[in-house]
């Protein structure tokens, strides 16, 4: 009768004893996925902005196009119209930076399309006239004579171009390169 009597006294411990083990078990599957899960969103957060810079660079280059073939005339007056601006006032806060600037229907940028990969992206430029008169790299003499005849030989124009690639709730990427146009 003994044995029977300590029989059924333990009873249910094992039994608690792997609940314990499973809900130990269970905390550590959860942990594990919410880490795979950071890491899956940090990976594609990654490809996303790697798009997008890459769609930002060939904006670029098609900026540095247009400003190539930008001539002082073309320019408008002031601010921005299709993706060409005039001088920016320097005590002015940079333009891109303007709340509404890269919006829909404020006509300042100029669009481009991209295909970056399985993608087709559509970012925005503009090219801005920062000088059109500055002495040619090479241009100006390095001799002792500086008598206004034996100065500079050549001018050319500097553009500022800013190209900026945001899709709907994805990575916003803004690159600027300074151009020279001889």
């Not at 550590?28 to 969103?41: P, V």
């Amino acid at each position: 009768m003994n044995r029977q009597g300590g029989r059924h006294s333990q009873r249910g411990s094992a039994l608690i004893v792997v609940l314990m083990l499973l809900t130990v078990m269970m905390l550590l599957s959860l942990a594990s996925i919410r880490g795979t899960l950071l890491k899956e969103k940090l990976s594609t957060n990654m490809r996303d902005r790697s798009l997008a810079f890459q769609a930002t660079e060939a904006a670029l280059r098609e900026g540095e196009s247009v400003a190539a073939a930008t001539t002082v005339a073309m320019l408008p007056a002031s601010g921005c119209l299709h993706g060409l601006c005039a001088k920016p006032v320097a005590s002015d806060p940079p333009r891109w930076e303007s709340s509404g600037f890269w919006a829909d229907n404020s006509g300042n940028w100029r669009e481009t399309t991209v295909d970056v990969g399985s993608l087709t992206a559509k970012p925005r430029f503009i090219v801005e006239l920062l000088d059109d008169s500055i002495p040619a790299k090479g241009s100006c003499t390095t001799s002792i004579d500086v008598s206004p005849e034996s100065s500079c030989s050549g001018t050319e124009r500097r553009f500022r171009i800013t190209a900026r690639s945001q899709a709907a709730n994805r990575a916003e990427v803004i690159l600027q390169s300074i151009y020279a146009v001889p």
